[in-house]
C-alpha cells in the first residue's frame, strides 16, 4: 500500500509546483486606516491597481495614495456602454470582443451574487471548468489579466477579480494564446534540442534565422500576432526546448531568473533605458507564483508553458536584442539594503511610475519568497534604481 500511495504521491508532485508563499492581505476588512485607504480606492475607478498596491506594500501613506490615484485615474478612460448584454450560457459567443468588456463584468458580477459574493468560487467556475476554461488566455494582452488576477488573490478584492476575468474573457482570442494550453498536443510535440536552462534557449532564439521576417522592423506588440502567424513552428519548437516537467519547481524558479536578466541583461536601441516590454514576462511569471497555491496541480505545467510560449514571441517582437547573461551577478550593492530600496520606491523622482514600482516590488517579493541567499534579487533591484532613467 505504501508504494502504491508513494507512486501516487509522485505522479501528482511530477505535474505540480510548489512555491514559497508570497505575503497576501485582505483589504477588504482593513484593520488600519491605509489599507481602508487604498480598498476606498480601489473601489473607485477602473484603474491601474498595481500602482496603488505597489506603494501600499512600501509603506505609502494616505496622503501618497491619494496622489497616485488622482495621477492615475487621469490617464485612464472610463468604462463603456456595450453594445448589448452578456447572459445565460451564451456568454462564450462574445469571447474576445474587447467591446463586450461592460457587459462581461456585469456577467461575472451577477454571479458571484448567484455564488453567495464567493469570489474565489466565481474564479473557479470560469478560469478552470467548461469548455472553454479562461485560464487558457491568461497571458494574453501581454499577461495583464493574470497580473490583474494575482493582485486579486494577494490583496483578497472581489472587484479586481472580476475584472480579472473580464480581461481574460475580452482578450480570448488574442493570438490564439488558448488554442496552446487547451490542445495538450503542442506543449508534447518533438523538439530540436531539449534544455532546462531558459538562458540558453533565449541565446539560440537570439540567432535563430528562421524569425528574420521584414515585416518586423520596429520592436513592439503589434508584431506579436505576425510571429504567432508566420512563426509558430519555430516558437513552438523552442518552447517545447524547455524541460520543465522534468523538476518544474527547480525549473520554475530558475525561470523567474531568467526573467530577471531577459528584463535587465538587455539594452534598447535608444541606449540604456529598460525595455517596459521586457518587463512583462518578469511580472507575469510573479504573479504565477503568486496564483500556483490557487490553481489545480493539473493546470500548473501548462500554464508556466503558457508563460513561456509568450515570453518567447515577446522577446522576438521585440527584434531579439543582445543579452547580458552575467549583469546581476557580481553587482556591488554598496551595502544598499531593502530599506534603501523602499526609499527609492516611495520618495526617488519615478515614484509616480507605476511601471518603476511595480519592477521594484515584484523583485522584493520573490526575494523574501525565496529568502534570496544568493543576493541576486536585491542585486537586481538596485541596479535596476542606479540605472534607471525612464522607459525606451
Known amino acids: 500500500m505504501a508504494s502504491f500511495l508513494s507512486k501516487i504521491f509522485a505522479r501528482r508532485s511530477s505535474k505540480s509546483i510548489r512555491v514559497p508563499a508570497i505575503e497576501t492581505y485582505d483589504i477588504e476588512n482593513p484593520e488600519e486606516k491605509t489599507a481602508r485607504?487604498?480598498?476606498?480606492?480601489?473601489?473607485?475607478?477602473?484603474?491601474?491597481?498595481?500602482?496603488?498596491?505597489?506603494?501600499?506594500?512600501?509603506?505609502?501613506?494616505?496622503?501618497?495614495?491619494?496622489?497616485?490615484?488622482?495621477?492615475?485615474?487621469?490617464?485612464?478612460?472610463?468604462?463603456?456602454?456595450?453594445?448589448?448584454?452578456?447572459?445565460?450560457?451564451?456568454?462564450?459567443?462574445?469571447?474576445?470582443?474587447?467591446?463586450?468588456?461592460?457587459?462581461?463584468?456585469?456577467?461575472?458580477?451577477?454571479?458571484?451574487?448567484?455564488?453567495?459574493?464567493?469570489?474565489?468560487?466565481?474564479?473557479?467556475?470560469?478560469?478552470?471548468?467548461?469548455?472553454?476554461?479562461?485560464?487558457?488566455?491568461?497571458?494574453?494582452?501581454?499577461?495583464?489579466?493574470?497580473?490583474?488576477?494575482?493582485?486579486?488573490?494577494?490583496?483578497?478584492?472581489?472587484?479586481?477579480?472580476?475584472?480579472?476575468?473580464?480581461?481574460?474573457?475580452?482578450?480570448?482570442?488574442?493570438?490564439?494564446?488558448?488554442?496552446?494550453?487547451?490542445?495538450?498536443?503542442?506543449?508534447?510535440?518533438?523538439?530540436?534540442?531539449?534544455?532546462?536552462?531558459?538562458?540558453?534557449?533565449?541565446?539560440?532564439?537570439?540567432?535563430?534565422?528562421?524569425?528574420?521576417?521584414?515585416?518586423?522592423?520596429?520592436?513592439?506588440?503589434?508584431?506579436?500576432?505576425?510571429?504567432?502567424?508566420?512563426?509558430?513552428?519555430?516558437?513552438?519548437?523552442?518552447?517545447?526546448?524547455?524541460?520543465?516537467?522534468?523538476?518544474?519547481?527547480?525549473?520554475?524558479?530558475?525561470?523567474?531568473?531568467?526573467?530577471?536578466?531577459?528584463?535587465?541583461?538587455t539594452k534598447t536601441p535608444q541606449g540604456g533605458k529598460y525595455d517596459k516590454s521586457l518587463l512583462h514576462p518578469l511580472l507575469m511569471i510573479h504573479a504565477i507564483h503568486v496564483i500556483l497555491p490557487h490553481t489545480p496541480d493539473k493546470v500548473h505545467i501548462s500554464l508556466v508553458q503558457q508563460w513561456w510560449l509568450t515570453t518567447l514571441a515577446i522577446y522576438v517582437g521585440q527584434l531579439r536584442p543582445e543579452i547580458d547573461f552575467d549583469v546581476i551577478e557580481g553587482y556591488d550593492t554598496q551595502d544598499k539594503n531593502w530599506g534603501w530600496v523602499k526609499q527609492q520606491a516611495l520618495k526617488s523622482p519615478y515614484a509616480t511610475d507605476a511601471y518603476f514600482l511595480q519592477t521594484l516590488r515584484v523583485l522584493k517579493e520573490l526575494g523574501e519568497a525565496w529568502q534570496d541567499a544568493e543576493e541576486h534579487h536585491i542585486r537586481a533591484a538596485v541596479k535596476f534604481v542606479d540605472d534607471f532613467d525612464g522607459w525606451k
Not at 506603494?55 to 488622482?70: H, I, K, M, S, V
Not at 447572459?87 to 468588456?101: A, P, T
Not at 527547480?250 to 541583461?265: C, E, P, V, W
Open 37 to 265: 485607504t487604498l480598498f476606498h480606492l480601489v473601489k473607485l475607478n477602473h484603474i491601474n491597481y498595481s500602482h496603488l498596491i505597489s506603494a501600499f506594500l512600501f509603506g505609502a501613506d494616505n496622503q501618497t495614495l491619494d496622489r497616485l490615484y488622482e495621477i492615475d485615474s487621469g490617464l485612464l478612460e472610463p468604462w463603456k456602454d456595450a453594445p448589448g448584454e452578456v447572459v445565460g450560457s451564451d456568454w462564450m459567443d462574445f469571447l474576445g470582443k474587447k467591446e463586450y468588456e461592460r457587459a462581461f463584468l456585469d456577467l461575472f458580477e451577477d454571479d458571484l451574487v448567484d455564488q453567495g459574493y464567493d469570489w474565489k468560487a466565481v474564479l473557479q467556475k470560469f478560469l478552470f471548468s467548461g469548455e472553454q476554461p479562461l485560464i487558457s488566455s491568461i497571458t494574453a494582452d501581454l499577461g495583464q489579466p493574470l497580473i490583474h488576477l494575482a493582485l486579486a488573490l494577494q490583496m483578497s478584492v472581489r472587484d479586481i477579480a472580476m475584472e480579472a476575468l473580464t480581461l481574460a474573457a475580452t482578450s480570448y482570442y488574442d493570438n490564439d494564446i488558448f488554442k496552446y494550453s487547451d490542445d495538450p498536443s503542442y506543449f508534447q510535440a518533438e523538439s530540436l534540442y531539449k534544455s532546462s536552462s531558459i538562458t540558453e534557449i533565449l541565446n539560440k532564439v537570439r540567432t535563430d534565422e528562421r524569425f528574420n521576417n521584414d515585416a518586423i522592423a520596429i520592436p513592439g506588440e503589434q508584431n506579436m500576432t505576425i510571429i504567432f502567424r508566420d512563426h509558430e513552428a519555430a516558437l513552438l519548437d523552442y518552447c517545447n526546448a524547455w524541460t520543465i516537467s522534468s523538476d518544474p519547481t527547480t525549473h520554475f524558479r530558475s525561470s523567474q531568473k531568467a526573467a530577471i536578466t531577459l528584463f535587465m541583461g
